[in-house]
Structures are given as structure tokens and as C-alpha cells.
């Protein structure tokens, strides 16, 4: 494999764009996070959160109805679109035009929650972030991957990845297989683990944020938010995967000294969203 871009301060500071003073809500882009099914509703408020403090100005979740109440108490500033069904996802459309969508944060795999996301993949024209369950469904109907569209961010883990493109023997074999599925579908892969990889048509990236605080549920569900935002603020899909992933780690890096890596959570990761955007600030 081609040497790895090293993902480092100075790479990010060339990408990050501050905030305009002049800004307002409807500047900083509209986000639609597509999550959550019975008992796994906290993916939907965790990935919906992270996406507005990441600086996103509007965000709505669609959840099946069972999610309703539990989205509005716990994020009050996310809007919220509700199914048809109480438990799971049976039919993906929306009245709003968001600039970003994410799918699949305990989205479930109920096969009426499969069609809806591929009746949506083969229609949709938004910037979009696969994660979780869309990945896993994907990975049942492979003849999709050729209906994504182009640019599509797929954030696996070991397993969703091995999911997606079979299993491999070697660290070199499972690289050279995610090259050739970004190149063949003109896609961009989050490769998460220690450390994460991001695979873009044109390079591959290695980020330096981060530590085994990380390792703790719905820790990927937050970054799917996180990138979203990104791409919703109208960054382009490697910046936002970049500068998601980055910032990601970055909290996990600027709160372990207090909380261990034990006590971190997610809503670690969250509480230090801001912190990690202030150390760019500050290198500007
Ligand atoms: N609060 C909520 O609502 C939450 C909801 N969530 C939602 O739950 C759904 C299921 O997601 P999931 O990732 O837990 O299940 P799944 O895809 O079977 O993968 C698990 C297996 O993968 C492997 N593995 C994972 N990481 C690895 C690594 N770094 N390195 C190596 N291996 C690794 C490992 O396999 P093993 O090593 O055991 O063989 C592990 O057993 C999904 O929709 C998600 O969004 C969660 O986000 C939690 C919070
Ligand atoms: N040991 C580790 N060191 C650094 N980052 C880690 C480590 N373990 C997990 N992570 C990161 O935590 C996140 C876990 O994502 P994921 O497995 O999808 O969690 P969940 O589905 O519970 O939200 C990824 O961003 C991954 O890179
Ligand atoms: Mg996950």
C-alpha cells in the first residue's frame, strides 16, 4: 500500500473553516440523522446530539414512534420526524431538504427496515453517512453498493467492515480489499479501530487523536453525528470525514487525564466536542 497520510494537527488546520460571524442557523446547514429502532433509541439521541455540537443548525431525527418522546426530552433542540411503525423503520421520506443525511445508528435489520433503506439508497441525491445496521443490510445486498452515491462516507467497524467485503487473511490483504472498494465505488471508508484509517478514492489517511478511552458503547454512533454536521456545513466528504475523525479522537485525547479511560462515555466524547474545536481555534 501507498504510505498513509499522517493525519496530524497541521493537516486538519489547513481544512478547518472558522465560523462567519455573520452566520445563522440556516447557514450553518440542516442535518437528517435516520436512527434508532426499539431499546436502541440512545444511538438515534447520541448520533442526533454530537450532530449539533459539532455546529450544525438544525438538526431532525427520524425514529419510529417508539423514539418520539425519548428524542424530544432528551435533545430538545432536535426536531423529530416520526414512522409509521412503533419499533422500527418502515419507510424512509421526508417532507425537509437536509444538505447531510445519516443512516443506520440502531437502526435494526428488520426486513421491512432493509426495503425502506434500499428503496432510499437508490433515490437518494444527499451527502450521506453509512453506519451500523445500513452497513449490515448493505452487506446482505451487495448488488447496491453500485447505487451509492458517490463520495458516500461508510464508517464500519472490523466487523461491518469484514461485513462488507469478506473476510481477509492479512493487515495488507484487508487494505488492499478497502482500496479497491473505494476506487471501484467512488466511496470513502472510515476504516475505525486503533488508530482509524480513512480510504478516499485518491489516499489514505491515519489519524493521530485518540486512545482505548474510545472503546465504549456508542462511541461510532456520536462520530457518525459528528460527520454528518460536517458534511451538512458544507465541508466536502474527505474534509468532513477527515476533520470528523480527527476531532473524534481529539476528546477522547483532551479528557482521559480526567476521567480514566474507565469512566469516559460517549457522552464524554460529547461533553468535549467543544474543547477539541478550541484547540484548532487556537493554532489558527
Ligand atoms: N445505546 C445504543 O442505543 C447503542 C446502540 N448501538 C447499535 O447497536 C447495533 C449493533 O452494533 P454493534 O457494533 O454493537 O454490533 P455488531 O455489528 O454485531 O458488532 C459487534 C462485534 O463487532 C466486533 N467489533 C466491534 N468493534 C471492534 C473492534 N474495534 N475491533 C475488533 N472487533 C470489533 C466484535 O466482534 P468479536 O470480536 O466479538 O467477534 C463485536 O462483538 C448498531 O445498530 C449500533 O449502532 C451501539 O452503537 C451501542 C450503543
Ligand atoms: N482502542 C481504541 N483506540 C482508539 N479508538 C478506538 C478504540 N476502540 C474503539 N475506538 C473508536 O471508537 C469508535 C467505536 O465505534 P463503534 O464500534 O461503531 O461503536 P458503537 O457502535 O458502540 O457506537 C470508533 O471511532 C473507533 O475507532
Ligand atoms: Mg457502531
Known amino acids: 500500500m501507498k504510505q498513509a497520510v499522517v493525519l496530524d494537527k497541521a493537516e486538519i488546520v489547513k481544512r478547518y473553516k472558522p465560523i462567519d460571524p455573520?452566520?445563522?442557523?440556516?447557514?450553518?446547514?440542516?442535518?437528517?440523522?435516520?436512527?434508532?429502532?426499539?431499546?436502541?433509541m440512545?444511538?438515534?439521541v447520541l448520533a442526533s446530539k454530537s450532530c449539533l455540537k459539532t455546529g450544525c443548525g438544525l438538526v431532525t431525527a427520524l425514529v419510529p414512534k417508539c423514539g418520539y418522546e425519548i428524542l424530544q426530552i432528551a435533545n430538545p433542540e432536535?426536531?423529530?420526524?416520526?414512522?409509521?411503525?412503533?419499533?422500527?423503520?418502515?419507510?424512509?421520506?421526508?417532507?425537509?431538504k437536509p444538505q447531510a443525511i445519516a443512516i443506520g445508528p440502531g437502526l435494526g435489520q428488520h426486513i421491512v427496515t432493509q426495503k425502506a433503506v434500499l428503496d432510499f439508497l437508490k433515490t437518494n441525491r444527499i451527502p450521506l453517512v453509512l453506519d451500523a445496521d445500513a452497513l449490515n443490510i448493505l452487506a446482505c445486498n451487495k448488488a447496491w453498493f453500485s447505487v451509492l452515491l458517490p463520495k458516500t462516507i461508510l464508517t464500519p467497524h472490523p466487523k461491518e467492515l469484514e461485513r462488507l467485503l469478506g473476510e481477509w487473511h492479512t493487515e495488507e490483504e484487508k487494505f488492499q480489499k478497502t482500496r479497491a472498494f473505494?476506487?471501484?465505488?467512488?466511496?470513502?471508508?472510515?476504516?475505525?479501530?486503533?488508530?482509524?484509517y480513512i480510504f478516499t478514492p485518491d489516499a489514505v489517511y491515519v489519524?493521530?487523536?485518540?486512545?482505548?478511552?474510545?472503546?465504549?458503547?456508542?462511541?461510532?454512533?456520536?462520530?457518525?453525528?459528528?460527520?454528518?454536521?460536517?458534511?451538512?456545513?458544507?465541508y466536502s466528504a474527505t474534509d468532513a470525514a477527515l476533520l470528523g475523525v480527527?476531532?473524534?479522537?481529539?476528546?477522547?485525547?483532551?479528557?482521559?487525564?480526567?476521567?480514566g479511560y474507565q469512566s469516559f462515555t460517549a457522552t464524554t466524547i460529547l461533553k468535549n466536542i467543544g474543547k477539541a474545536f478550541l484547540s484548532l481555534e487556537n493554532q489558527l
Not at 473505494?182 to 482509524?196: E, F, R, W
Not at 480527527?246 to 476521567?259: D, F, M, Q, S, W
Open 22 to 40: 455573520q452566520t445563522h442557523k440556516g447557514m450553518q446547514g440542516h442535518a437528517l440523522i435516520i436512527a434508532g429502532s426499539y431499546g436502541k
Open 42 to 44: 440512545g444511538a438515534a
Open 78 to 96: 432536535v426536531m423529530t420526524l416520526t414512522d409509521k411503525k412503533e419499533q422500527y423503520l418502515s419507510d424512509i421520506k421526508m417532507a425537509i
Open 182 to 196: 473505494v476506487c471501484q465505488y467512488d466511496l470513502i471508508v472510515v476504516m475505525k479501530g486503533a488508530p482509524t
Open 207 to 234: 489519524n493521530t487523536t485518540g486512545n482505548a478511552a474510545l472503546a465504549t458503547a456508542g462511541s461510532g454512533d456520536v462520530l457518525t453525528g459528528m460527520l454528518t454536521s460536517l458534511l451538512a456545513q458544507g
Open 246 to 259: 480527527y476531532l473524534h479522537g481529539l476528546t477522547a485525547t483532551i479528557a482521559l487525564p480526567k476521567t
